[in-house]
């Protein structure tokens, strides 16, 4: 069965630290991309980053990067220097065939100062 | 404007009436989605079309449905719709042409603000 799994229903960081949202993923299709959003409370889905199953490098975005296991199956957001925009729902998410993007339960971060 | 948008951001309607949402996207993209995001509840993929033409229809009752009359604009009417409909319903683009291989670069979904519907 193709899903998406954040276990994490709500972190906190605080202000200037790193954090890590953990995803996993399950898929018998040898092709895939893995995607991280980021949802504030105004509701628009905002793409952070992406990551093939060919990549060989880990993806990078500014402070965002994506911790790449394809043996452990998990893709995990790591934000770096925490600002206090950064609070809001972040959601993992796996491109199946025909661009059909699987959705986690997402994690709720808040930043604390 | 940029980017993806919606309208109307806010919509109250009673089981009875008829309404359509409305998405625009200004980046040349050729595949548009249509999302419904329920309270504790996953992002579910409600339509796609690619080129105009649906290409995947997600067992949506059929007091929702779609129009795509150009690669930049989607539609969705809804009418006789029920109280567990009330929800967040999200539009996005992608660029690439479905079924031709995919990449970061086409394969990547932007989406609209979303437009918050009330059924009462």
């Known amino acids: 069965a193709q899903k998406i799994t954040q276990t994490q229903p709500g972190m906190f960081v605080q202000e200037k630290e790193a954090v890590t949202l953990d995803c996993t993923y399950d898929t018998s299709d040898p092709s895939y991309g893995l995607f991280w959003y980021k949802q504030p409370s105004s509701g628009e889905m905002i793409f952070l980053i992406y990551q093939g199953s060919y990549d060989q490098q880990n993806a990078t975005e500014g402070r965002y990067s994506l911790n790449f296991q394809k043996a452990r199956k998990s893709a995990n957001l790591v934000i770096s220097a925490s600002q206090l925009g950064d609070s809001a729902m972040y959601f993992c998410a796996m491109r199946l065939y025909g661009n059909k993007l699987v959705f986690g339960a997402g994690t709720i971060l808040r930043v604390k100062s | 404007e940029t980017g993806v948008t919606q309208t109307p951001r806010h919509l109250v309607m009673g089981m009875t009436n008829k309404k359509s949402l409305k998405c625009e996207q200004h980046?040349?993209?050729?595949?548009m989605y249509w999302y419904k995001q329920s309270a504790k509840k996953p992002l579910e993929l409600m339509f796609v079309y690619s080129l105009e033409e649906r290409v995947e229809n997600n067992s949506v009752p059929s007091r929702f449905s779609p129009e795509c009359p150009n690669s930049s604009h989607l539609f969705l009417h809804l009418h006789t719709l029920q109280p567990e409909d009330s929800a967040l319903y999200l539009c996005a683009s992608s660029q690439g042409i479905l079924g031709t291989g995919g990449s970061a670069l086409t394969d990547t979904q932007y989406f609209g603000p979303g437009t918050r519907l009330t059924v009462l």
């Open positions: 980046l040349g993209h050729n595949a």
